[in-house]
């Protein structure tokens, strides 16, 4: 075989080899290798040291079972300045059946590993939340609470029910954060839900029985919602008296 008169397999299979070169490149080397004479037909984007006509060394391909996948790996490779690679193979065969070549699909997993390790670095705090800086913010309280809540259930807060809402609520009145003033109306933005259905699922809360003798005793949350309730309905019913001084 000559430049001018290439082997056929390699005319055959070279567009498909320099896609996945383009494709995958500088990252990726791509083998074309002859199952007949064992020994490697072409190369692009030579990373392992092999040339056109070096040996392949592929073993007996005519052991493998015709009827079997031609399709191997993703299987780890080390080259010898220790990057390691993914690869994969492909047995090419002829009209007859028989291996004819085979393509070799070789991934250096460094730079991968290197992203996935910056990546991972971001991620994760690297030193514990002092808390002394956040004892006294209950905003903090409150969005772990419903943020620790979405990522267990896997549920965005747009899309919890009414007892997982009571759930957080229950959560949210242990830690405090519902005796706080003012508390309400940033609960029902954080839950995607209006301040009245808050008020709702705390009254709601207020009337659920408590373990042991004795009728229940309301809450700070339930608390809380008395103190602001009437107050809230007569900001709405002064509302219409405001409008009719505007118009006047």
Do not use: I
């Not at 242990?174 to 709702?200: D, F, H, I, M, N």
């Amino acid at each position: 075989m000559t430049a001018e008169t290439p082997d056929p397999r390699v005319r055959t299979w070279s567009p498909v080899c320099q896609a996945v070169a383009l494709l995958l490149g500088p990252y990726a080397e791509v083998v074309l290798h002859d199952a007949v004479r064992d020994e490697v037909l072409a190369l692009w984007n030579p990373m392992s040291g092999r040339a056109p006509g070096d040996p392949s060394l592929l073993g007996e391909l005519e052991g493998l079972d015709p009827s079997a996948p031609d399709v191997y790996g993703p299987y780890e490779k080390l080259l010898p300045d220790g990057r390691r690679l993914s690869s994969v193979s492909a047995v090419l065969r002829d009209t007859d059946g028989r291996p004819s070549a085979v393509l070799c699909v070789n991934l250096d997993r460094g730079p991968l590993e290197q992203a996935a390790a910056l990546l991972a670095g971001f991620a994760a705090p690297t030193a514990p939340r002092p808390e002394p800086l956040f004892e006294r913010d209950w905003t903090e309280r409150m969005n772990d609470v419903v943020g620790g809540y979405v990522r267990a259930h896997g549920r965005p807060p747009e899309r919890l029910g009414r007892e997982d809402r009571l759930a957080v609520l229950r959560e949210l009145d242990q830690a405090g954060v519902l005796a706080v003033r003012r508390a309400v109306p940033a609960v029902a933005t954080a839950l995607k839900v209006s301040r009245s259905t808050v008020y709702t699922l705390l009254a709601e809360l207020r009337s659920e029985p408590t373990a042991g003798p004795g009728p229940a005793e309301p809450g700070p949350a339930a608390q809380r919602a008395d103190a602001e309730q009437p107050h809230a309905q007569q900001l709405h019913a002064e509302q219409p008296h405001a409008e009719q001084r505007n118009d006047r």
